[in-house]
């Protein structure tokens, strides 16, 4: 129960833990059965300032069906999946690719870029009316959930 409070807490908080030898083997013990019956598995598990948490191991992987594929997001700090290579994609011995492609966010910057224009636009468009006066339409869907106040009063309740 201790351990499970832990986790709770550190994710509640955003930061990891280190937690305790039961946990780990409890934890393997899920992981690996997940892994093993997947064709697909990307992992992102990273812990500011120190080494990625070692998730899947290659016992874990040479279980796979051949052709199945592991995107690790997090190969640039040491990976989440035992051998996997920083910039190389690795095929191992059972047909299983693991994807070693460092900084993922770089490469779409443009299309995030482009995306997130779109979207403020979009929100930008919801304030003026078709003969292009500044209207606030606190019915309309996105200006009510983004509307603080208006008129005098206080509209974002928090509770």
């Known amino acids: 129960m201790r351990e499970k409070q832990k986790a709770a807490d ?10 305790g030898e039961q946990y780990i083997k409890d934890q393997a013990v ?24 070692r998730l899947i191991r290659a016992e874990t992987v040479a279980k796979m069906k051949p052709g199945s594929i592991i995107l690790d997001m997090a190969v640039e700090s040491g990976g989440n999946v035992e051998g996997s290579k920083c910039g190389e994609n690795v095929v191992t011995d059972n047909g299983v690719t693991i994807l070693g492609i460092p900084n993922i966010p770089s490469t779409v910057a443009t299309e995030a870029s482009a995306l997130y224009a779109r979207n403020v636009f979009n929100f930008l468009d919801t304030l003026f009316d078709a003969e292009k006066n500044f209207v606030i339409n606190p019915e309309e869907e996105i ?3 983004l509307l603080v106040t208006h008129g005098g009063q206080v509209l974002l309740k928090r509770g």
């Open 30 to 53: 899920i992981v690996d059965k997940a892994v093993s019956n997947a064709d697909i598995v990307i992992t992102t598990a990273l812990l500011p300032g120190r080494d990625a948490p």
């Open 143 to 145: 200006q009510k959930a």
């Open 10 to 19: 550190a994710a509640k908080n955003g930061y990891g833990w280190m937690p």
